[in-house]
C-alpha cells in the first residue's frame, strides 16, 4: 500500500470555508472574511480569521496561521500526515470523529487540555512539584506546541472549565518559598 499523499491535491480538493465548517467552527462572515473565535480558547469571538479567496487562515490569538491543512492540524492536534488523512476521508472514523467533552473537549467552545504534557520533568520539579502532584493539578512541561519550552499551568474560571494556560519559562522559588 502507497503511503504518498499529494498535499496540494487534498489542499485543492477541500476549500478552507467547507473545512472549517466540517470543523464545528462557528464563524461569521465579515465582508469578504470569515470571523469567529480561535479554537485554542483565546483571543475573544473574532481571533480567528479565515480568508477563503486565498484559503489561508490566521489566529490573533495564537499570533500563527496557515492553509486548510495547517487548521485541520490545529482543530484536531494531530500531525500535517493525519490532517491530510483527515480531509481525504482515509482516515478511520473514530479518529476523524470530533472529540466529545470526555476526550478533551471540556465544554462546546472550550479549551482543549495539553494531553502531551511531560509532569515528571526537572523543570516542573523546580517549583517544588513532585510528578504525581503535577499530574492532579495539570501542570507539567511542554516539549512541543504553543507552549513549547515553558511549564505550563492551566487557568480555570470558577466552575472548573479550563480557560488556557500560563507558561513559566524560568522555574525557580523565589528564596522566600524555599523549604
Excluded at 10 to 38: F, T
Excluded at 150 to 163: E, F, K, S
Aim: hydrophobic share 40%.
Amino acid at each position: 500500500m502507497s503511503t504518498f499523499i499529494d498535499f496540494e491535491a487534498v489542499k485543492a480538493d477541500n476549500p478552507i470555508e467547507q473545512v472549517a465548517e466540517r470543523l464545528g467552527l462557528e464563524l461569521k462572515r465579515a465582508g469578504n472574511a470569515l470571523r469567529g473565535p480561535c479554537p485554542s480558547g483565546g483571543g475573544g469571538e473574532r481571533a480567528l480569521v479565515i480568508t477563503p479567496v486565498k484559503g489561508v487562515w490566521y489566529s490573533f490569538a495564537l499570533q500563527k496561521g496557515g492553509d486548510v491543512l495547517a487548521l485541520v492540524q490545529l482543530v484536531n492536534e494531530c500531525t500535517l500526515k493525519d490532517a491530510a488523512q483527515f480531509l481525504s476521508g482515509t482516515v478511520p472514523l473514530e479518529k476523524a470523529a470530533t472529540p466529545s467533552p470526555e476526550e478533551g473537549r471540556e465544554a462546546r467552545g472550550g479549551f482543549a487540555p495539553l494531553t502531551y504534557l511531560e509532569t515528571d520533568h526537572m523543570a516542573v520539579e523546580a517549583l517544588g512539584l513532585d510528578a504525581a502532584d503535577a499530574e492532579a493539578l495539570g501542570i507539567g512541561y511542554a516539549p512541543r506546541g504553543t507552549m513549547r519550552g515553558t511549564v505550563a499551568v492551566p487557568i480555570r474560571t470558577m466552575d472548573g472549565t479550563l480557560a488556557g494556560y500560563i507558561g513559566i519559562t524560568e522555574a525557580k522559588l523565589p528564596p522566600k518559598w524555599v523549604m
